[in-house]
């Protein structure tokens, strides 16, 4: 006896409606997804994620009334089970790390092949974190022409608890959304906070996340797909 596997759930934000039908079209046409509700504006999608609990929203970063970084950011404190990709015409891979300290596990670029953003769409509702493939050769490059780090030495290594705390300021939870998941009070984050960035020598949010990207410390590691 076969068992049914419900769709994947979306619900999709863009402020072009020509645009916005023919994803939500493309999508429908996709056994396994079901776009249940579409938006054209910031707030206007942060209700419909509340309202209809989606496994995945789609979000632009340029949107009337509330950039997408701010819905992620909201969403992410109020609906940390709905994940999160961007599909945007932004290319800076600023960006890119801005969406992930937002709460995003996908970035995809408008333009894309329709193949892509499926992609991104399964990697993303499996647990991944999907990048399009024409930002991977930029970060590859920014990798690669960084000066060299030290290596560590025991002294640097973080305890388990750090480990699990660093994980979760990466991936954009405040002191409060992460004292609440541990079950701990802030003081005990801030100091978590505070032992991370001293062991690790970390100056700002920006080192911190690049050093959990680099130390693979965001489950499952990113996926470059080809073209």
């Known amino acids: 006896m076969m068992t049914h596997v419900p769709p994947i759930t979306l619900v999709i934000a863009d402020d072009h409606v020509i645009m916005r039908e023919g994803l939500a079209m493309t999508l429908n046409n996709e056994p396994d997804l079901k776009v249940v509700a579409e938006a054209s504006n910031g707030r206007d999608v942060l209700t419909l994620i509340q309202q209809h609990q989606p496994d995945i929203a789609l979000l632009d970063i340029t949107m009337e009334n509330m950039t997408g970084l701010e819905v992620a950011r909201q969403s992410q404190a109020n609906f940390p089970h709905v994940k999160l990709i961007f599909l945007t015409m932004h290319e800076d891979t600023e960006f890119f790390f801005e969406a992930l300290r937002s709460g995003a596990s996908g970035y995809v670029l408008k333009?894309?092949?329709?193949?892509?953003?499926?992609?991104?769409?399964?990697?993303?509702?499996?647990?991944?974190?999907?990048l399009s493939p024409q930002l991977a050769g930029e970060l590859v490059d920014e990798f690669f022409t960084r000066p060299p780090q030290p290596p560590e030495t025991a002294e640097d290594e973080l305890t388990d608890r750090e480990k699990e705390v660093l994980i979760l300021i990466a991936r954009g939870l405040t002191?409060?959304?992460?004292?609440?998941?541990?079950?701990?009070?802030?003081?005990?984050?801030?100091?978590?906070?505070?032992?991370?960035?001293?062991?690790?020598?970390?100056?700002?949010?920006?080192?911190?996340?690049?050093?959990?990207?680099?130390?693979?410390?965001?489950?499952?590691?990113?996926?470059?797909?080809?073209?």
């Open 175 to 227: 002191n409060r959304d992460i004292a609440r998941r541990l079950e701990v009070s802030i003081n005990t984050i801030k100091t978590h906070r505070l032992n991370i960035y001293q062991k690790l020598d970390l100056r700002g949010h920006a080192s911190l996340l690049d050093y959990a990207l680099c130390h693979g410390l965001l489950h499952p590691p990113p996926t470059f797909p080809k073209n």
């Open 111 to 130: 333009g894309s092949r329709t193949n892509v953003l499926l992609a991104a769409i399964r990697a993303v509702h499996k647990g991944g974190i999907y």
